[in-house]
């Protein structure tokens, strides 16, 4: 093991660390998503060119104002606006930071979440739920909340858990409060947590909504007799899927289930625009807490799927010199041309914070982490990360190893455990995308198997989110079905007769 040393520290009253310290506000207050969204920059100077910088490389529609924030009078519901002369934040001219208690975290949640407001009220309509039970296995915190209610609304008998160290215990009462029963806790023993889970698997299903596979997998092998009754399942992540396919190959998976991560909806904004932001800021939060910004080491991002890509491009917008590993040539590739250096993690995570965005085990060994400046987890499953010996505490969800590398949470899901998880607006089309998959399975009845959300449903649920967001689309045919219905090429006519009308005319 490298002997012990001192991390390398930069000037935390710089203006790119007071404009960092902004937008970690504004995600810490709201839990919003900062990409797509309207914002402003009142004020002059380097604060506000760092900030406009941070920002626009996060996806914002971002405009700077010489005008005070109170001078604003064109404000929409949903504009922002970073005063850098006083440092008030405000959204639709009221300050941020205002949600309240768990009750209200979950209200204002559901004012942000109109995507699945209108797909819930369309299953209402059309009774698709109606008289079902439906299990909800995700991590509980306010948006997951009103997942739950929304099927409650919309008919089903619901019921909902979560793994201790994914439960929000104050979302979990607001919950029950609200008529839904929770079988979570965040303060059970391991022996408690499988009866939790099991009793949550015997309340008996028609749906199961599950996230990772886990309750999925521990039905299988504990509760096979529930698993024959349920119409069938849907499975939100990548990391659940790759066992619900292993199983399905080895002729040991008992039910259908729809892929929704695998829909253009969930992971096309889930993983790189929800689990970026959230993660990237919610280490950089911890860091900070710890005295370190996150723009002290360069950074290696580890794995460049979705999830690295959105990691990757969210460090990149904070400052930090950003490099990639991947086993994958064709997302090497990628790296590459998105203007990351790529080598092996070997090669690069001497000194680094490193970023382990794979969702496998043993991604980081205890060897690589004792080269790196820290290391965390953005999204995670149970191992990905390891290190020699025991850890000294340095401040909340950050430990230090022997030899000085800094832990962040332990290898936990860093956005979950240590945070509120990805942000609003991406959680409401993930959720949208759920509840039409919930709808898929109630009315295909899927076979034994996983299979990919139709694109028909995908395509709803975008269009959806297109109309409720305020998104004018080029009027006219889509895609599909724009064009002629002659296939032949129209580079050669000559001598060509017309092409017969489908009622042979």
Known sequence: MRQARELRLVDMTDARSDAERLLRRFASDTNLLIAGRPMRVAGEGPVAEALTGMLAAMGARVDVTDAPAHAERDLTRDTVVFDIDTGAITMGGEPTGGRGDAAGRLDF???????????????????????????????????????????????????????????????????????????????????????????????????????????????????????????????????????????????????????????????????????????????????????????????????????????????????VDVSVSEIDPARALLALHDGFRVDTADALAEGALVVSATGWPATVSADLTDAAAAVAVAGGVPGEIAWHGALTPVAPHVERTATGTLIVDRGGCINVTAAEGNPIEIMDLSFATQLAAIAEVVQTRPTVGVHPLSDSAVTHVAATAAHVRGIALEPGATRASAGSTDWRSPRYTVGRPPFPSPDGS
Request: charged share 15%; net charge negative; glycine share 10%.
């Open 109 to 319: 949640a559901a004012a942000h979440m109109p995507v699945s407001t209108a797909i819930a009220a369309e299953l209402a309509q059309q009774g698709t739920v109606r008289g079902l039970s439906v299990g909800v296995s995700m991590t509980l915190e306010p948006k997951t909340a009103n997942l739950a209610l929304l099927l409650a609304q919309a008919g089903a008998t619901v019921a909902v858990y979560a793994h201790p160290d994914e439960t929000d215990t104050a979302v979990a009462q607001a919950l029950r409060d609200r008529g839904v029963p929770v079988d979570a806790s965040a303060e059970v023993t391991p022996a408690q947590e499988l009866e939790a889970a099991l009793q949550f698997i015997d309340r008996g299903f028609d749906v199961l909504v599950d996230d990772g596979s886990h309750i999925t997998r521990l039905s299988h092998e504990h509760r096979p007799h529930q698993v024959s009754r349920w119409i069938g399942a849907t499975e939100e992540t990548t990391s659940g899927l790759a066992p619900l396919r292993h199983m399905q190959d080895a002729g040991v998976l008992a039910t259908g289930v729809i892929a929704v991560n695998d829909a253009i909806t969930k992971t096309g904004f889930d993983n790189r625009y929800g689990t970026g932001q959230s993660c990237v800021l919610a280490i950089a939060d911890l860091l900070a807490d710890a005295g370190v910004s996150v723009r002290d080491q360069p950074a290696l991002v580890i794995g460049y799927g979705p999830v690295g890509v959105g990691v990757a491009a969210h460090l990149r917008a904070l400052g």
